[in-house]
């Protein structure tokens, strides 16, 4: 559903390529510590973009998806080769890989730029969207920010669906100071991404192909964080799909994301929030060709 027109234009620079050094505002939905799946479990397809069938079928695939820890990154880039731009990405957890033991990956991203999604596409084998983000201040909680973020629709000119993918509400908990903090205090997290499929137009909406997996290491970034609360704003599916179609027993609780265009998984009410954040993205290890 198309509705708002940024009225952009497509112009889009040759990537840039890393590694980068960034600083960036962050804050991490966390959304399983330790799951591990059933036999047989995958993951709904609205953790997938629809054109990326090389990313589906490996995460798909029997026994790939591994469970452990998945997160939702929300990130907005302050200086960065490209300039600053805003993100919300997936990693569900663990998968399987035809290279080496089992390693985290992003299913879903979505950025504000269109030089950010050629470029996350190009360098790291990133499966990233163009996306219009909106950051309001509350109206209810003092200092709290509700977010959304609106799917791009159409690209000549550039339009943005009228119903956002994902929405949050961010609560600080102003009594906790942001500390020094370090992921090198943390397990590593690698991450090895499938190739991605071009779509039928790259230069208008930034969907170009990456024909290799890319192994890369997130490990180096440290700043100062704290906790914070958060909260779905989206209307609970008893609201959406009325009294007669709604999950039994039917649930009240505002969700995180609409289950379409971003999964409706469930977070813990309380994340980690990177009041600043100072990280490099390496030059990913291409590891082989389709």
């Known amino acids: 559903m198309s509705g708002n027109n940024s009225g952009a234009t497509n112009s889009v620079s040759p990537p840039k390529p890393a590694p980068w050094t960034v ?61 600053s731009f805003d993100e919300l990405a997936i990693v569900p957890g663990e998968f399987t890989n035809p290279f080496e033991q089992e390693s985290h990956r992003v299913t879903r991203a979505y950025v504000s730029s269109l030089e950010a999604v050629v470029n996350g596409r190009h360098n790291w084998g990133f499966p990233r969207e163009l996306a219009e983000f909106v950051f309001t ?5 003092p200092d709290a920010c509700e ?9 000549r000119p550039i339009e943005y669906s009228s119903n956002p993918c994902f929405a949050a509400l961010i609560k600080p908990i102003s009594w906790l100071p942001a500390i020094p903090t370090s992921l090198s205090h943390f397990p590593r997290v690698k991450l090895c991404q499938p190739p991605l499929e071009p779509s039928s ?9 990456n024909a290799k997996w890319q192994m890369l290491d997130c490990s180096d970034a440290q700043g100062r964080a704290k906790p914070f609360r958060c909260e779905g704003l989206l209307p609970p599916l008893e609201d959406v799909l009325g009294p007669s179609l709604h999950p039994t027993p039917p649930s009240t609780k505002k969700r995180l994301a609409d289950g379409v265009g971003f999964p409706a998984v469930d977070a813990y009410s309380v994340g980690v929030h990177w009041k600043e954040m100072w990280m490099t993205l390496p030059q990913a290890v291409p590891l082989a060709m389709l």
């Open 147 to 155: 977010v959304r973020v609106y799917p791009a629709t159409a690209f």
């Open 137 to 141: 201040p509350s109206l209810e909680i």
């Open 201 to 209: 137009d790259p230069s208008s909406d930034g969907l170009v192909g």
């Open 23 to 83: 600083q960036a505002e962050a804050w991490w939905f966390v959304t399983s510590l330790g799951h591990r799946p059933d036999a047989g479990e995958t993951l709904p397809i609205s953790y997938f973009p629809s054109q990326e069938t090389h990313l589906y079928k490996y995460s798909t695939e029997q026994d790939a998806f591994r469970g452990g820890r998945g997160s939702i990154t929300l990130i907005r880039y302050t200086d960065t080769p490209i300039g």
